[in-house]
């Protein structure tokens, strides 16, 4: 073998050897910031933006209630109210909608995923054909989002006259394609007589919207024993 094709060969063998390491220690690294088993990057405690995602709009309506209208209105409403509080609380934040258009489920997913350092918030409100069904519930999908969930469902219920109808896993299509901790907040049931009254209210709406953020920020900075604390 020819002396400088062996030197090349080894210098090829010592560059690949290192690519290697560097590639192990960058998925390793990458695996430990994930949450194990679902290939989301773990941002629970460390995020700086917000994408918040009000549902449905444009040709879908959502739930739509003899009580509080249309759900994709109240959606946008409470979503709007969430960005403005989250910016002067001094995180960035992004929307996936700011008027009445439709997005598609997988696009805002996409749009979640090509932030850096960011959770995603949806909001949403309820409808069931059996009336009496009342309260608010938090879904979640991979499992570093449960903090946040839990955070954000345990101020909403602390509202007078909301109540916790708990934290819960889900495969909606924007939980399951999301790369961040992501969470989807069904405010209350505009299917139930007093609730869907309430949620037709400015008032609730605000408070809505305040502790969404309540629970974000609390999260953000190690919220948790906060809250329990509450
Ligand atoms: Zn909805």
Known sequence: ???????????????????????????????????????????????????????????????????????????????????????????????????????????RAAISNAQTNSIFVSVHFNDSPNASIRGSEVYYKSRCSVRIAENILTQIAAIPGFSNRGVRTANFRVLKKNHYPAVLVECGYLSNPSEGRRCRDGGALEALAEAIVRGIVLQRHGGASMVAAN
């Open 1 to 107: 073998m020819d002396e400088g094709v062996c030197g090349e060969a080894t210098l090829n063998m010592q560059f690949t050897r290192l690519i290697s390491m560097r590639v192990a220690c960058a998925l390793a690294a990458l695996f430990l910031a994930a949450c194990s088993s679902d290939r989301v990057i773990d941002t629970s405690r460390t995020f700086k933006k917000v994408v918040i995602d009000a549902g449905h709009g444009g040709h879908d309506s959502g739930a739509t209630s003899r009580y509080a209208g249309r759900e994709k209105d109240l959606a946008l409403d409470v979503a709007l109210r969430v960005r403005a509080k989250l910016e002067a609380a001094g995180f960035d934040t992004v929307m996936t909608r700011r008027s009445d258009v439709f997005i598609e489920l997988d696009r």
